[in-house]
């Protein structure tokens, strides 16, 4: 993958190679549960650096909306703006939701965990928003 973060700089996966990476997918900035689950990522960022992991969120929404995301609740790693859902359809993170019996296309919850070579090791699909440190840790045999 790449693409811009929050300030506009290129990000892509080749600037992990060597570390291991929670590269997590949300549908938009600033609602409840794509808050519970920065905020969860937050809280936990000096235990994840510590066991050397980097946290990369991506989501449709603009630099401007991420930056005002980061800021409002100091989350210390970037956010990709992925507008155009470039890097969302490649991570299958972008599909058909459902919402009062209506379709359409959105962003699909989801964290990839990938390790210092690239290579994807879990995937989560169901997430627990308020928990996704404590679901990740669970579930992930090496960290």
């Not at 991506?58 to 970037?78: A, G």
């Not at 290579?119 to 440190?133: M, S, W």
């Not at 990740?136 to 090496?142: A, F, G, V, Y």
């Amino acid at each position: 993958f790449q693409g811009l973060n929050q300030d506009g700089k290129e990000i892509k996966l080749a600037d992990f190679s060597g570390k291991n990476l929670i590269l997590y997918f949300y549908p938009k900035d600033s609602t409840p549960g794509c808050t519970a689950e920065a905020c969860d990522l937050r809280d936990n960022h000096d235990m994840w650096l510590s066991k050397g992991y980097a946290v990369v969120g991506v989501s449709p929404d603009s630099q401007k909306s991420h930056q005002k995301f980061i800021e409002k609740y100091s989350l210390p790693f970037d956010l990709i703006s992925d507008t155009e859902t470039r890097i969302l359809q490649d991570y299958q993170a972008w599909g058909e939701k459902s919402m009062y019996g209506k379709k359409y296309m959105g962003v699909l919850r989801k964290t990839y965990v990938i390790n210092g070579e690239g290579i994807v090791e879990n995937i989560f699909e169901k997430v627990d928003t308020k928990a996704h440190t404590k679901q990740i840790l669970s579930e992930t045999n090496k960290i």
